[in-house]
């Protein structure tokens, strides 16, 4: 199968729900302040599109890790010079950089969302974080958002999404 060519249906736990792009008029939103390489925690048919086009016509650089090999067969559709596509076989081996401008968080295995958000709490500008209405700890843990002197919550519907930065007000969200 040409790799360009992979359809939709092949990934496997595809949903098309709307439930699975409320994240991205704050993605766009956050993209548009932060400057800088985005790094992506986890890939998806939703996100992984859109950042890489806006990134290509913001010349960004653009990291995505995932960890599915289907999902990474279907992202690695995006691999160019300024997107890299990594697979993860263990989360705690990704390259962290120096700095990013924007990390999105919405990766598996689920506990390790708030593991994630810890380790670029000092390197990121702004951490995106979705489904954060969730009240398990693998999804939200207020001692690690305590971590944080900004943060901003879309509450518009479900599943909600969280923006955290150490060096950025957030109040014009």
Not at 75 to 90: A, D, K, P
Not at 123 to 132: C, F, K, L, Q, R
């Amino acid at each position: 199968m040409d790799i360009n060519q992979i359809p939709i249906r092949s990934l496997k736990n595809a949903n098309l729900s709307k439930n699975y792009t409320t994240h991205i008029s704050t993605l766009v939103k956050v993209l548009q302040m932060s400057e800088g390489t985005v790094i992506e925690c986890g890939g998806g048919i939703f996100s992984t599109p859109l950042l890489h086009w806006l990134c290509k016509a913001m010349d960004r650089n653009l990291i995505t890790y995932e960890q599915d090999p289907t999902y990474y067969a279907f992202e690695r559709t995006f691999q160019s010079r300024q997107h890299s596509i990594r697979f993860v076989e263990n989360w705690d081996d990704i390259k962290i950089p120096e700095h990013c401008g924007m990390v999105f968080i919405d990766h598996h295995p689920s506990e390790r969302r708030m593991i994630e958000l810890e380790r670029f709490k000092d390197i990121a500008d702004y951490i995106v974080v979705h489904d954060t209405e969730r009240e398990s700890r693998e999804y939200n843990r207020e001692e690690v958002f305590a971590m944080f002197k900004y943060r901003y919550d879309w509450k518009k519907c479900k599943p909600w999404t969280s923006v955290v930065s150490n060096f950025h007000d957030l109040s014009n969200l």
